[in-house]
C-alpha cells in the first residue's frame, strides 16, 4: 500500500517534502502546537483511517463502492490537507482499490472544545441522515481518537470520517469589479473563481430555503441552527448548466431561542418565525466571505419563498407537515398587512443583537426595506395548484 502527504492546491496537489513535515503544526492561523509537527499530524490521519487493520474503512468501502475488497485491495491512499477552520482541521483522504477510488473528510479537532463539538455534529449528522433520509448533508462513516505520542509529550486528535463532496464549492457575495453590481462567486478551485448568472443565483438561494425547510420539524420546532453563509456552509456545484447545493454540517438540531418554551406554543406561528428568520438569515453574508457585512439582493426574497413552499409541498406529500392545507398558510402570510409583518419581526431582533452585533447593524439598516420586499412578494406569490 503507497500513502502520499499532499497540499491540496488549486492548480494542483503539493508533495509533502521532509523539511515540510517538521514544520510545527497550526492549531490556528499564526498559532504553533507546543510540540505537535506537521508530519504528526499526517501520520495521525494515517492511524486513524486505518485503525483496526483498516476493517472499518473497509467497511466503508464495501458499503460506497458496492465491491467486495479487503485491506490487501487497497493499492493507494492520498491524504491531502485541505483546510483550517476555527474548531476543526479539515483533510480529505483518497483511497484508490483496483480501477475504483473514494474521496473521505477527515476532520480533526485539538482543543477540548472543538473535540466536544466534533462529537457533536457527528452522533447529529447520523440522526438527521437517518431520520430524514435527505441528500444534504454529509454521511458520516466512523469517528474516534488519534494518539500522538513524541519526545515532547502527547496528545490526543479527534478525528471523523465523512462523505466528501466532490467538486461541491464555497460561494459568497461579491462584487463585480465591472459595474460595480452585486453578484455571487463561486469559488471553483478547478475553473478559478466564477460568477454565477442571475438565474443560478436564484436557483443557489431557492435550494438552500428548500433544504432548511426540508428538516425542519413541525411538531417540535426543530430546525438546523445555526448556519450562516460567511462560515461557507453551503456549499455549490455548478455542472452542466444544473446548480445543486449541499449543507457542510450541522452544529444543533433543537427549537430556535425564541420557541424553547413548551408552553402552548402554536405551531404555525412557529412555523411563520422560522419563514420570517429564514427570510433574514439567507440575505446575511460577509463580502468574498471575509469582508464587510453583506445583505443580498431582492432577488434572494422570491427565491426564498419559493424554495421554502417547496419543502412544504414535499413535506406535505410525505405525511410530515401536518398543519392543514398549504394554501391556508399562504393566506395567513398575504392577510398581514405591511406594519403587522414589520411587527412580526421585532421579537426576532433581540435575537439577532445577541447572536452578531454585525449581522444585527446590516438588518437594522435593511429591515425597512426587506419588509416592503418580502410583503410585495407574498401578495404576488400563488402555489401551482391555486
Known sequence: ????????????????????????????????????????????????????????????????????????????????????????HLASAEVFSGRQSMKMCVSTAVSENGKAWLRHEFDLLKFLNSTFALPYLPVPYFQGDARVHSDHGDESLAMSLTEWFEDYYEWHLSMDEKGGKQRICIWDLQSGLCFASKEEGFEIFRQISKALTLYYDTRDFNQIYPWHHAAGDFIVRRKDGIIDVKLTTARRYEPAMLFSSEDNIDPVTALTYFFLN???????????????????????????????????????????????KLRDLLSLFKAFDREELAGLFQPLLDLYAKEDPGDFSVIQANLGSHVKQLYEVIQNFYLRDD
Not at 460506497?64 to 485491495?73: C, E, R, V, Y
Not at 422570491?302 to 421554502?308: D, N, V
Request: hydrophobic fraction near 40%; proline fraction near 5%.
Open 1 to 88: 500500500m503507497v500513502i502520499k502527504y499532499l497540499f491540496s492546491a488549486p492548480k494542483g496537489d503539493i508533495p509533502v517534502c521532509y523539511d515540510d513535515l517538521q514544520r510545527p503544526f497550526l492549531i490556528s492561523p499564526g498559532k504553533s502546537h507546543p510540540f505537535l509537527t506537521l508530519g504528526d499530524y499526517f501520520e495521525a490521519i494515517k492511524d486513524f483511517i486505518l485503525r483496526d487493520q483498516g476493517r472499518p474503512l473497509v467497511r466503508v468501502l464495501r458499503e460506497q463502492l458496492k465491491t467486495d475488497i479487503g485491506p490487501d485491495g487497497i493499492s493507494e491512499i492520498l491524504i491531502r490537507t485541505e483546510k483550517h477552520g476555527a474548531l476543526y
Open 278 to 324: 429564514l427570510s433574514i438569515r439567507m440575505r446575511l453574508d460577509k463580502l468574498d466571505g471575509a469582508g464587510i457585512n453583506a445583505w443580498a439582493g431582492s432577488f434572494s426574497v422570491e427565491a426564498l419563498i419559493q424554495g421554502f413552499f417547496e419543502g412544504l409541498g414535499i413535506m406535505d406529500a410525505d405525511g410530515r407537515y401536518g398543519l392543514g
